[in-house]
């Protein structure tokens, strides 16, 4: 699972919630791609919260996954799916859409961008999600809900999972943990990322968590002022590359 060819992997990165440093990992597993060697592209799918620049919408988060990838890449290539309004994706897309049959962010751009990126041949893309693991792409026509989660499933991607270390994390990523493996996927690893430096018995929450997720352990990032990445955290050996 994550194995595009035998020189080739994508991994999806999804949090246990919104603002749970989902970009800051990535950008640290980028950076210390990067600085083993390999060829990386990042993949912002679906941005919301977009700033108007005279160059269309960008997103923080889509501009640093293109400043991290070591492949030459366009904003619109690393972020298709972009929208202005800083509110759930799917909320947004149907603002902008009168076509009832249109309710719904296409999974089928989501796709194309992916394989476009494939294509680029790099050795590794790291996919960011929004969100949790069950963001909402909408309703179809049908009226069938439809899920990002649903992509990860058809490419069959293996997954990463960032747990944020604060009050309530293992319930949360527990149940994120249990979702991915329902569906059928595999968890290519977790990192625990400090988001509340003030939680008590962080370490032992942080052993708790790891007899909890039957899955290897990339690493605890600390938050520090000033810090560029977090890549000297991470155990890359951890992800089989």
Request: glycine share 10%; aromatic share 6%; with cysteine.
């Amino acid at each position: 699972m994550g194995h595009l060819t035998d020189t080739k992997q994508a991994f999806f990165v999804t949090g246990t919630d919104t603002e749970m440093g989902k970009t800051f990992i990535c950008q640290s597993l980028l950076d210390a791609l990067n600085n083993k060697g390999y060829v990386t592209a990042g993949y912002k799918p679906i941005a919301a919260g977009c700033e108007q620049t005279p160059e269309g919408l960008r997103n923080e988060d889509g501009l640093t996954l293109q400043a991290s990838s070591s492949l030459d890449l366009t904003y619109e290539e690393v972020n298709p799916i972009a929208f202005e309004a800083p509110v759930a994706p799917h909320l947004a897309h149907q603002a902008q859409v009168s076509d009832e049959d249109a309710q719904y962010i296409p999974i089928d751009k989501i796709r194309h961008g992916f394989v476009h990126l494939v294509q680029k041949e790099p050795n590794v893309i790291v996919i960011e999600g929004a969100g949790g693991w069950r963001l909402p792409l909408g309703g179809s026509y049908q009226g069938k809900p439809r899920y990002l989660s649903e992509f990860v499933i058809e490419q069959n991607l293996a997954v990463i999972l960032v747990v944020g270390i604060r009050l309530g994390c293992l319930n949360h990523a527990v149940l994120t943990a249990e979702a991915i493996r329902n569906d059928g996927l595999k968890i290519a690893g977790w990192v625990a990322n400090q988001v509340d430096q003030n939680m008590a018995m962080q370490d032992e929450n942080i052993e708790t968590l790891k007899s909890l997720i039957d899955a290897p352990f990339i690493g605890k990032v600390p938050q520090v002022d000033g810090q560029p990445h977090g890549g000297q955290y991470l155990d890359l050996a951890a992800l089989n590359l």
